[in-house]
């Protein structure tokens, strides 16, 4: 038997052995942008990220929130392609490593490009997979260090392209990578033909040590492009959002299996990347939402995606993303962050934000009660006031001394006196210290 045919094996015992109840995933489809803005923009002029950052690979390592993101002095793929770090203490504001990058290009395989990290910490030891060998990376190394600055690279690559004509034959990176059970599993992505015409699809590979790796292989399937190995999320069928590419997984392990996150695009050059999700019981056979694609809104900054890391914490989802800037700007790429709608961020490290925030409502449109939220760094006499469309006072929600922190405050769709209000466009607008903002809400009957 091959070593990839042993997967099939091994799945039995390893893939389904933290097995799974029969209710189901809740899926986590809808998702709201924290702020307007990326919260990890490329580098200043001079520096080694100046042109993009791509591919942010996040872990919460306990108070702290820790960022490996790839970084090119020019625009992605064409310059000079290393690995940075930065962390955070809320998700939204970072501090860059000052002796960036923390993994260059250095060995003669990675060719000058190390891109999309994937970095989990297992005990003590940071450990990192990347791709290797340009953008697309076509190859996948591993590193390791004991303070997530300093790596200690593996010699040789990792994880290596299919036999030629196979689905992964020419392209390879890291997507995610857990530890179960003393078990690596890696859902990377694959693809073959040139880019960026190539198709991308999903696979999965497992590890006893993190560095030998074997790909998941369906018997049944003998022949190219399936012949070495088998994609465990595929694109869809012509015509669909995900026909060309379905790619850079963000997994996230639950009680009742494993939820993706991934992008998708029907082309390159007509239609944007957008989100899709997918839920699994033992992470190789996968079910696309129906509500695919799941991207909601894009960043008023971006309008095509490339998920990196999320994280459920505080009782939310939180998704790290690249987003690429419009074509009249140099569709350079930036680092956005969203949460599950209604995140009210609470507790421990997160419970003062950087900067005042007013937060779109959600949901909206909205027909009965909304959800306005927004963020004090500090404590300030604060007023958060409902106007109509014209400017007519509706409802005054917030009035008084409030502490720092993240703060929500429910609507219920009525003035003052108690009386509903009508349909329509209404406007909320909060005053805290110094700092005014307002924002647009559609209340729908």
């Keep these: 038997m091959t070593n990839q045919g042993k997967l099939g094996v091994l799945s039995v015992s390893i893939l389904i052995a933290p097995i799974l109840s029969s209710t ?4 986590q489809t809808e998702w709201t942008h924290v ?4 919260v990890l923009g490329y580098g200043a002029d001079g520096e080694w ?8 690979t996040v872990i919460r ?12 002095d020019d625009v992605l793929g064409i310059g000079t392609i290393q690995i940075g770090y930065a962390w955070s203490l809320n998700g939204i504001s970072w501090k860059r490593y000052t002796g960036n990058p ?12 190390n891109v999309s990290p994937a970095v989990i910490k297992d005990g003590d030891t940071f450990k990192m997979w990347y791709g290797a060998a340009g953008v697309p990376p076509s190859i996948i190394g591993y590193a390791t260090s004991a303070d997530g600055i300093n790596w200690d690279r593996h010699s040789k690559p990792v994880l290596q392209p299919g036999p030629e004509g196979d689905w992964d034959s020419s392209i390879m990176g890291p997507g995610t990578v857990k530890k179960e059970n003393n078990v690596y599993k890696m859902w990377y992505w694959g693809g073959r033909g040139s880019w960026p015409g190539s198709v991308i699809q999903i696979g999965l590979a497992i590890s006893n040590d993190g560095i030998n790796w074997v790909k998941y292989d369906d018997a049944s399937t003998t022949e190219a492009p399936f012949s070495g190995s088998d994609p465990v999320l595929k694109v869809g069928n012509p015509g669909e959002w995900d026909f060309l590419r379905a790619w850079s997984p963000a997994v996230l392990a639950t009680e009742s299996g494993y939820e993706m996150w991934y992008a998708g695009r029907v082309g390159y050059i007509t239609t944007a990347q957008l989100l899709g999700y997918a839920s699994s019981m033992d992470g ?3 079910k696309k939402s129906q509500d695919n694609p799941v991207i909601g809104t894009r960043p008023i900054w971006g309008y095509s995606y490339l998920p990196g890391s999320v994280l459920k914490f505080h009782g939310f989802y939180h998704l790290w993303f690249t987003s690429f800037t419009f074509a009249a700007q140099g569709q350079r790429s930036e680092i956005g962050y969203a949460t599950s709608p209604g995140t009210s961020i609470s507790g421990g490290e997160l419970e003062i934000p950087v900067r005042y925030l007013l937060l779109q409502n959600y949901p909206n449109p909205f027909n009965g009660t909304t959800i306005l939220r927004y963020g004090l760094p500090e404590g300030a006499d604060a007023v958060l006031v409902i106007y109509d469309i014209l400017g007519r ?20 769709g009525r003035d003052e006196l108690g009386r509903p209000a009508n349909t329509g466009v209404y406007l909320y607008q909060i ?13 729908l009957k």
């Design 102 to 113: 923390v993994l260059s290009a250095e060995l003669s395989w990675e060719a000058g490009a």
């Design 431 to 443: 005053h805290a210290g110094d700092f005014t903002q307002t924002r647009k809400m559609l209340l």
């Design 24 to 27: 189901g995933l809740k899926a």
């Design 284 to 286: 190789i056979e996968w």
């Design 393 to 412: 006072h509706v409802k005054t929600l917030v009035r008084g001394v409030e502490e720092a922190g993240f703060k929500s405050v429910t609507w219920n």
């Design 35 to 38: 702020i307007d803005q990326p």
């Design 49 to 56: 990220d100046n042109g993009a950052v791509i591919w942010p």
């Design 61 to 72: 390592d306990g108070t702290t929130l820790r960022m490996w993101y790839a970084g090119s």
